[in-house]
């Protein structure tokens, strides 16, 4: 009704209609869902959100099959990936260059391997003759030893690269630079001995010939056969 005949009727004498008094609305109490866990925000397991209007009605889209069926199944690219279902640790297959140069590094390994062996082999070997021709140069010498404990004049000579002496009685000097005598080494000690035990000593083992005087050396190659010549003491080891 306007407003302009509301104000007619009013004027005629009717009154209006008093408006419903209005209560105040009450909310539904809400009553505890067994199926929560208590927690706000939490779904009931296995629920499902209801369906909106119109989606039984669209078509399935291609793919809605695949996403719906289980893991590996169906899905495309679930197929087996590369290396699977074979042993563990198995990759790609070596090529034949690397197949040859593994068999050069194992041939030159072992070589190498063989090499310390024989090596170490023959330092033995050598130490078992050197052992066994002292052994032997020891019972050689027994009582053929020359040195006099009076003897008071030093003959100086070059062994091992070191400069060495051996004390001598003017008669032994002469001799030994005269080629009638000789040094060996024993032990570490020089023993003066005749021409004839130093070769023997010689052929069993040569090491042990400490001095040997040639008869015609000059003095240049063997400038210890002077008896006055005096080297420092500094100097003898």
């Known amino acids: 009704m306007s407003d302009t005949l509301r104000d007619q009727l009013l004027g005629l004498g009717f009154k209006a209609a008093p408006k419903p008094e209005r209560k105040p609305e009450r909310k539904p109490e809400r009553k505890p869902d067994a199926r929560r866990d208590g927690r706000p925000g939490n779904k009931p397991q296995g629920a499902r959100p209801p369906a909106k209007p119109g989606?039984?009605?669209?078509?399935?889209?291609?793919?809605?099959?695949?996403?719906?069926?289980?893991?590996?199944?169906?899905?495309?690219?679930?197929?087996?990936?590369?290396?699977?279902?074979?042993?563990?640790?198995?990759?790609?297959?070596?090529?034949?260059?690397?197949?040859?140069?593994?068999k050069a590094y194992a041939i030159r390994a072992q070589k190498e391997k063989d090499d310390r062996i024989e090596a170490e082999r023959v330092k033995q070997e050598e130490a078992r003759l050197r052992r066994e021709a002292k052994a032997k140069l020891d019972v050689l010498l027994e009582g053929k030893a020359l040195n006099d404990a009076a003897a008071e004049i030093a003959r100086h000579f070059n062994y091992g690269g070191k400069i060495k002496r051996i004390y001598v009685t003017a008669e032994q000097l002469k001799a030994l630079n005269a080629g009638e005598l000789g040094v060996l080494q024993q032990n570490g000690r020089y023993l003066l001995v005749t021409a004839a035990v130093l070769d023997e000593a010689e052929a069993v083992f040569a090491p042990s010939v400490a001095l040997r005087v040639d008869p015609n050396a000059t003095a240049e190659e063997d400038p210890y056969a002077d008896p006055a010549y005096q080297v420092p003491d500094d100097l003898v080891w």
Do not use: T, V
């Open 55 to 102: 989606d039984a009605a669209r078509p399935p889209r291609e793919g809605d099959a695949a996403r719906r069926a289980p893991h590996g199944k169906g899905r495309p690219g679930s197929g087996a990936r590369p290396g699977q279902g074979q042993n563990p640790g198995q990759g790609k297959p070596r090529s034949r260059e690397d197949i040859d140069l593994a």
